[in-house]
């Protein structure tokens, strides 16, 4: 009940395409939904995150579509650009301080 | 833009010996937290730290594992007994409300390594 699924777990996409990595998860206390980017030898770093009251929050190029009924989440990123090429990461949170982590999509961008 | 900052970036240590990962959070956050990342697998919640004490902490957070705020600025994890199931990437992230209003900034994180 805990967990959050994540699916692919790696993308190839070519340059100007659309990349779309989905995430599922059971909770339905579930509050909060952010996805992550890491680069290689960094940290993660939040990219976007949408609550479930909205259905679509979108920043640039990257969109989060979000269905509460089926309890699944995604990211979109439009226009995919070699520099976008990371590791992502979906999570999940309700009522306390702790981010439940998917397990990771390994996205590469080729021009 | 104000960074999480951890050392050192890469920590070998003999199976059994201490290990205190260093972190300064960003200077006007409140709420201070620890994950690791095994190598090839999810991030994982360790615990979160407010108000000088632990707020929560996940079940692979046993007695073997220690969190401090020693003075205003640095944040410490400390393994007692490494094993070599210790093995993997420890970030250290801070935010400046708690999660449902402000986000958490992670830090480069440690690599450590038990041989």
């Known amino acids: 009940q805990q967990q959050v699924k994540q699916s692919p777990q790696s993308l190839i996409v070519q340059k100007g395409g659309i990349s779309i990595i989905n995430c599922a998860y059971e909770?339905?206390?579930?509050?909060?939904f952010p996805w992550y980017q890491q680069f290689p030898g960094k940290g993660p770093a939040l990219l976007i995150a949408?609550?479930?009251?909205?259905s679509e929050k979108k920043e640039g190029r990257f969109t989060i579509s979000f269905n509460k009924s089926a309890k699944q989440f995604s990211l979109h990123i439009m226009d995919s650009q070699p520099g976008d090429s990371a590791t992502y990461f979906c999570?999940?949170?309700?009522?306390?301080?702790?981010?439940?982590f998917g397990t990771g999509t390994r996205l590469q961008v080729f021009p | 833009e104000p960074e999480v900052t951890q050392t050192p970036s890469h920590q070998v240590t003999q199976m059994g010996q201490e290990v205190i990962l260093r972190c300064v959070p960003i200077?006007?956050?409140?709420?201070f937290y620890w994950y690791r990342q095994i190598l090839g697998q999810k991030v994982e919640f360790l615990v979160s730290?407010?108000?000088?004490?632990?707020?929560?902490k996940s079940e692979i957070f046993d007695d073997q594992f220690s969190v401090e705020r020693p003075d205003g600025s640095n944040f410490t994890l400390k393994i007692r007994s490494t094993k070599l199931e210790d093995s993997a990437m420890y970030f250290c992230?801070?935010?400046?409300?708690?999660?449902?209003?402000?986000?958490?900034?992670f830090g480069d994180g440690t690599r450590l390594s038990i041989l």
């Open positions: 949408i609550r479930p009251d909205v």
């Open positions: 992230a801070s935010s400046s409300d708690s999660l449902g209003n402000q986000p958490q900034h």
């Open positions: 999570a999940a949170n309700y009522n306390t301080d702790k981010l439940i």
């Open positions: 909770n339905t206390a579930f509050d909060y």
């Open positions: 730290f407010y108000n000088n004490e632990i707020s929560e």
């Open positions: 200077s006007n956050h409140l709420y």
